[in-house]
């Protein structure tokens, strides 16, 4: 278990990576005045854009859907990556060397300094090989493979499709003349180990590559080509410190868009049935490298399409969709089938509905492009059926309907199914619909399902309660249907984002238009003056708590450098405040011309310390009406001397040019 990554590494990470240069990945960015930039949202449909980029501060926020953050929030978004994960892809791209504090050394426990980054390489460069080797003469064997299932060369050129040589050191001696050591040889997965030292582990094979949600090559998998290959059909990478089968998806790198948009992921069985469906049309579909679709792969996709507590009823009833979708196709044999049944222990980890598509021919999405075309791959995606009701019906179908004991038979099994749904709103239809399914009364059904409801709680098997049907725990980090997430610190509510002040109010206008000129550009502020204002300066709320959090930073005195700075605004802000934060920093200022700029922080800033000045000498008037000149001479006086100064410092920022 890696420790967690030092505060300053991070910092160090945000600090070298350009977010302009990480962003304009995957948006078109132009200018929108000084500092500023702007595209579409690569987050919602828009047509005019709404995305800002504020390269200077390493800040983007999209005013059409909210969303917000730094490079590495971006990073975690867009490629629906973890936290760690975003740094250390960040970092292996900048040159940054994590610290790990749990580890006690510098980088994580059992890692040399820069390994994954050479392991990194040295995928990459045997990616590159094999896909040099695929257009010599010795790789016509595997030429003729993919043709044989309509694959051209622009094809394997998009999947990056290669040829490893039937030589035993091919690969071996182009990587050591690339300078890599037989330590990172070994270590990579790339090279086997024999009596006589390394060999190359894919020799006379067809080779794709696998690689990570952020396009980094981490494995292979091999086809068998030629009738001496005594190896099995289909030979993977073995597990690495950068490759886990049970945590990678091939074609996740090219699909991760397409499911991101969609909310809809197509999970296939081989790598030529990934090529077949995003050729056909259907650019979401991925597949498991040799391992069946488990809990690991179940966290990668409710990153990409997002979890839905609710909608699978709807779905029902309707037949349209809520949430998002996971699709697996399978074969429409014993195998296919079985496998189905495999994924239903899974599907209740994460809230996307999930749906079973099964081609009655026994065709998978290649052959199936092969013999029908296009479009009846994306038919048998269209013709998918909740993966609840495959189940159910096939465990009906190992009994006998046309009997009395057979349709006993089949209640008695389907219904401990029905009552493991954890849903408790899908259970009752499900239930309706198993009645009609055997011919049954309704009564009798749902009986049956109470039954076996009770029987699984009695062993901690109820769906509602501690296991699943398959009897494994479900994920305690998922909430319940109809739950939300807890926070970090406790607590069932979401943290909401303070209520947005009416932007026609000019008192909130100039409050907001303050703070995103100091945010933007805090070297230009009168430092000593914006720091001195009181707490209650601030009329609107949410706006307040932004000038809390730039006083708990340190205010401008404390400021060095301006992404800096605002990173510690935002760490000192509250949740719903951290957002607004963003959003103020990110926001294009009214005034976009250089030679005006500078006038224009000033004048704005100038314009709210005058408003709280305004608001003193009200209150010192007020409490000098209150007071008897007589009976309190000296407090009037003192009060009357501190409205002098507050109406003198009014006067000389008034007269300030």
């Known amino acids: 278990m890696a420790g967690r990554i030092r505060q300053d590494d991070v910092a160090a990470v945000r600090e070298r990576a350009r977010i302009d240069e990480i962003v304009g990945e995957h948006v078109t960015l132009k200018p929108a005045g000084v500092g500023s930039m702007k595209g ?85 460069v045997a990616a590159a090989y094999y896909a040099e080797q695929l257009v010599t003469p010795a790789a016509a064997v595997g030429r003729t493979f ?51 030292g390394l060999y190359d582990r894919f020799r006379g094979r067809l080779v794709w590559p696998i690689r990570d949600v952020t396009g980094d090559v981490v494995g292979f998998g091999a086809r068998r080509l ?30 991760k868009r397409a499911i991101a948009k969609a909310k809809q992921v197509v999970v296939v069985e081989g790598y030529t049935d990934v090529m077949a469906a995003h050729l056909s049309g259907v650019p979401t579909a991925v597949a498991t490298c040799g391992t069946a679709f488990g809990p690991d792969h179940a966290r990668v996709v409710r990153r990409l399409v997002g979890d839905s507590s609710a909608g699978a009823g709807v779905q029902l009833a309707s037949g349209t969709s809520v949430g998002g979708e996971i699709i697996f196709t399978f074969d429409g044999d014993a195998a296919g089938q079985k496998a189905a049944l495999r994924a239903f222990g899974e599907d209740q980890r ?6 079973v598509a099964v081609e009655p021919g026994g065709m998978d999405p ?87 409801g009770r029987s699984l709680a ?32 406790g607590g069932d509510d979401r943290p909401q984002r303070p209520i947005a ?25 009168d430092a000593a003056a914006f720091d001195a204002l009181p707490t209650d300066t601030f009329s609107v709320p949410a706006f307040r708590a932004v000038h809390e959090a730039l006083r708990a930073a340190g205010g401008l005195g404390a400021m060095q450098d301006p992404a800096g700075w605002v990173d510690r605004v935002r760490e000192e802000a509250a949740a719903p405040v951290a957002g607004l934060v963003t959003e103020l920093a990110v926001t294009p200022l009214p005034e976009d011309r250089p030679d005006a700029l500078e006038d224009y922080v000033r004048g704005v800033v100038d314009a709210l310390v005058d408003l709280g000045l305004t608001r003193q000498i009200a209150d010192a008037r007020g409490r000098l009406q209150r007071m008897d000149p007589v009976a ?22 008034r007269q300030r040019d």
């Open 146 to 196: 993919l043709a044989e299932r309509g694959f051209d060369r622009s094809a394997a050129e998009q999947f990056g499709v290669g040829f490893a040589p039937q030589g035993w050191d091919s690969l071996l001696r182009h990587l050591r003349g690339r300078g890599f050591t037989e330590g990172e040889l070994t270590t990579s997965g790339l090279m086997s180990q024999g009596n006589r």
């Open 366 to 452: 290649c052959d199936l492009r092969l013999a029908r075309g296009p479009e009846a791959v994306r038919a048998l995606v269209s013709s998918r059926q909740p993966l609840f009701e495959f189940v159910i019906r096939s465990t009906i179908k190992a009994h006998d309907l046309d009997t009395v004991e057979g349709r006993v038979g089949a209640l008695r099994a389907s219904a401990p199914v029905v009552a493991g749904i954890r849903d408790a709103a899908l259970r009752p239809e499900y239930a309706r619909m198993l009645a009609g399914w055997l011919g049954m009364e309704q009564d009798a059904v749902r009986s049956a399902v109470a039954a076996a």
């Open 40 to 124: 579409l949202c690569p987050f919602h449909d828009e047509r005019s854009p709404s995305f800002h980029v504020r390269p200077q501060v390493g800040l983007w926020h999209c005013f059409g859907c909210g969303e917000g953050g730094d490079v590495i929030s971006f990073l975690q978004k867009i490629d629906g990556l973890g936290f760690a994960d975003a740094v250390e892809h960040l970092a292996g791209r900048v040159g940054v060397q994590l610290r790990y504090e749990d580890g006690g050394g510098p980088v994580r426990p059992g890692e040399e300094p820069g390994r994954r980054q050479r392991l990194l390489e040295a995928h990459r």
């Open 501 to 525: 002040p009416d932007r026609a109010d000019p008192v909130a206008k100039l409050e907001r238009n303050a703070l995103e000129a100091v945010l933007q550009h805090p070297a230009v502020v």
């Open 632 to 653: 309190e001479a000296d407090s009037y006086q003192a009060a009357f001397a501190d409205l002098v100064a507050l109406e003198g410092r009014r006067r000389a920022l």
């Open 458 to 489: 009695g062993r901690g098997d109820a769906g509602g309660g501690d296991r699943r049907p398959d009897g494994r725990r479900p994920d305690p980090t998922m909430p319940g249907p109809g739950e939300r997430p807890a926070r970090p610190g």
């Open 350 to 355: 994460f809230y996307a509905q999930t749906f």
């Open 226 to 255: 030629l009738e001496e290959d005594q190896g099995p059909k289909y030979l993977n990478s073995p597990e690495t410190p950068l490759y886990k089968k049970a945590q990678v998806l091939y074609g996740i790198d090219l699909a």
